[in-house]
């Protein structure tokens, strides 16, 4: 597989390129914010994964055109204004080749869904006895250690029910209790939404197959009443150790021990293209960024950053800001994170907790002043600010929704037709606007915090920073560069 390769300069020139000898401000970042430029780059997208077998996730071709497609903005149209260079981490490639659930009754489901890494079966699956499990709506079902007192899994495949905690925990705790894998029926339905178990622990999984509600739910009756149960599960998938990269780049401007940083994720998942997850938000950036290019006079400096393998369980910004040292960590005053800012049915939700301060305000102003209704969300751990909050770094971001707002969720449709158009531009309108008020200046902005609690567990309090410390630590592992950077030049 060849790697990213930085491009050549001769011959080319990008219109706009000259810097004037205008200051920066948040104003003038909002003006040159274009729709049609927006769209050019979706476009272009669009195309690489089309080139490329129809996505763009990490370990293919159709990732590594994307991070090409970066570098030749960054690099070249760009390159007098900023440095750029590549962050490279190992991490594990997942890729399904088959799976399938047979019934007691001899059927093959015809929906079954695999989260990502899952570990495989042997070739021929394993059959064995169904067990099911009890179900707790309240505390999550098969969570806790006590909740499999009494359960003889001992060379079953065992029935549970989705819900309460990640899918991750349920396989440990199946796996500890002698159980062969895990059929899952989803406590939601009809869909089924593809959940991510952690790749740096997949010996601590079973195989599982996910399965409809309806499907589970009468299973489990049938246990229930006393009826035998045997059940095939096949898992078939890839799982190897590929390269892959960060795309990041700062200002040569402004002081570079107070910087103002901005992401997105790069990545999408193998069903799609990913053109609103997260082609909206790597978009963005680069509009921002041409943006900025044309400016002088701010005092503090601006980072862009495109993380790999988001969809892989966020590793690329969970390895950068696991490399950071205190004194670099402390340099990053604010971060804001861009994830899914163009759904089709848009809501308008900012990311925070209670040291997001003056940027998640910004956000928010912006938005109300243009009419939108604004719907503030606590920061989950499911996209890039997870490393830089596990950090204290003040952090908030822009996201307009999954499911109903954006039925094509990972999944093939998720194409240049399935963004807002004018939800994207809005929003990359206020990302500049709160960009361009942080990089002139600092008032209101929180310190930096020293401990992000996780509180998401009833039983346990633990601190993030050793979760994403863990994963990114797995992920670099082997590297020969210590920080793994490559400095790029044209």
């Known amino acids: 597989m060849r790697t990213p390769h930085a491009v050549t300069a001769a011959g080319v020139f990008a219109a706009g390129c000259l810097a004037r000898s205008t200051t920066l401000t948040p104003e003038a970042l909002v003006h040159d914010v274009r729709a049609g430029e927006l769209q050019s780059t979706l476009w272009n997208l669009n195309r690489i994964a089309n080139e490329n077998g129809g996505n763009r996730a990490y370990g293919t071709p159709g990732y590594l055109a994307s991070v090409d497609f970066v570098l030749e903005r960054a690099q070249i149209r760009f390159g007098r204004k900023f440095d750029t260079y590549l962050q490279e981490f190992n991490h594990t490639y997942d890729e399904l080749l088959k799976i399938s659930v047979t019934g007691p009754d001899g059927e093959g489901l015809p929906v079954v869904v695999s989260p990502i890494y899952n570990p495989p079966t042997p070739t021929e699956g394993i059959t064995a006895p169904l067990l099911n499990t009890p ?41 500890k209790n002698r159980a062969l894998g895990v059929i899952l029926y989803n406590n939601v339905g009809p869909k089924i939404s593809k959940p991510t178990l952690f790749a740096e ?3 601590d999984a079973l195989p599982v197959g996910i399965i409809p509600r309806n499907i589970g739910m009468e299973w489990a009756s049938r246990l229930d009443a006393g009826e035998d149960m045997q059940v095939t599960l096949v898992v078939d998938t890839i799982l ?14 402004g002081d570079p021990d107070k910087v103002i940083m901005i992401g997105a994720h790069l990545d999408s998942v193998p069903e799609g293209p990913g053109i609103n997850d997260d082609g909206t938000g790597t978009t963005a950036l680069l509009e921002i960024m041409e943006a900025v290019e044309h400016y002088e006079g701010y005092p503090h400096s601006i980072r862009f950053a495109w993380w790999g393998s988001e969809e892989g369980g966020l590793v690329g910004s969970t390895f950068y800001t696991s490399e950071l040292t205190p004194e670099e960590a402390d340099k990053i005053k604010y971060y804001f994170n861009y994830d899914m800012i163009g759904s089709p049915n848009p809501m308008f939700g900012v990311m925070s907790d209670n040291n997001s301060g003056i940027g998640a305000q910004l956000l928010e102003d912006y938005l109300t002043d ?5 719907t503030y969300r606590q920061f989950d751990n499911r996209s890039d600010y997870a490393g830089f909050v596990a950090l204290g770094i003040p952090s908030t971001g822009l996201f307009t929704g999954e499911g109903e707002h954006d039925p094509c969720y ?3 449709c998720d194409t240049i037709d399935n963004v807002d158009l004018d939800a994207l531009t809005l929003n990359t309108k206020a990302a500049a606007h709160a960009l361009g008020t942080l990089a002139s200046s600092l008032e209101g902005v ?3 915090a020293n401990v992000t609690p996780n509180l998401r567990r009833r039983r346990k309090t633990a601190t993030n920073f050793q979760l994403w410390k863990t ?20």
Do not use: F
Request: some cysteine; charged content about 25%; glycine content about 10%.
């Open 370 to 374: 243009a009419g939108k209704e604004v």
């Open 135 to 175: 179900v707790d709506k309240a505390y999550g079902s098969m969570c806790w250690e006590d909740q499999w007192d009494g359960v003889n899994a001992t060379g079953k495949l065992v029935l549970i029910r989705r819900g309460g905690c990640d899918v991750h925990t349920k396989l440990t705790h199946a796996k």
């Open 471 to 490: 994963l990114a630590e797995e992920a670099g592992r082997g590297h020969s560069c210590a920080h793994g950077k490559m400095k790029l030049t044209v």
């Open 201 to 203: 622990k997949i010996d």
């Open 410 to 412: 990972h999944q093939a």
């Open 446 to 448: 929180p310190k930096r």
């Open 240 to 253: 190897e150790t590929r390269p892959s990269w960060n795309v990041i780049s700062q200002t040569t401007q």
